[in-house]
């Protein structure tokens, strides 16, 4: 299943089908996710820091999608905070920006912070 099967499903559907996703199938979603976001209109420093995420992904893919540790996911969300600190005051960007790279997988609706939600059509029950 695709990220993009994935986020055409209905919200209680997602958690549900996320949960049953193994280490790597989420690794691949946010790989996905992370690609398309990049083909967008960034600037250098933006890209940079885009790509800032997706390095730290990489490095830390055990222990994002495969650890249920609370000590890593202590230090993942530290990571994440200066993240989108940095974010927020070097790069002008909105939290809403920074929470739509960074905490959804849904696409991207230009530089808002907004993203594009499937029509009800689109959504599998």
Request: aromatic share 10%; proline share 2%; with cysteine.
């Amino acid at each position: 299943m695709s990220r993009k099967d994935l986020v055409t499903m209905t919200r209680p559907m997602q958690v549900a089908v996320w949960q049953y996703f193994s280490a790597q199938q989420k690794y691949t979603a946010w790989k996905d996710k992370l690609a398309e976001t990049k083909r967008m209109d960034w600037s250098e420093q933006e890209m940079k820091h885009i790509e800032r995420l997706e390095s730290y992904m990489d490095k830390h893919k055990e222990a994002i999608f495969g650890s249920d540790s609370k000590r890593e996911k202590d230090i993942m969300n530290k990571f994440v905070k200066k993240w989108t600190t940095y974010a927020h005051k070097h790069l002008g960007w909105t939290l809403s920006l920074c929470s739509a790279i960074g905490c959804t997988l849904y696409q991207l609706d230009g530089k808002t912070g907004n993203v594009i939600l499937p029509s009800e059509k689109e959504c599998h029950k």
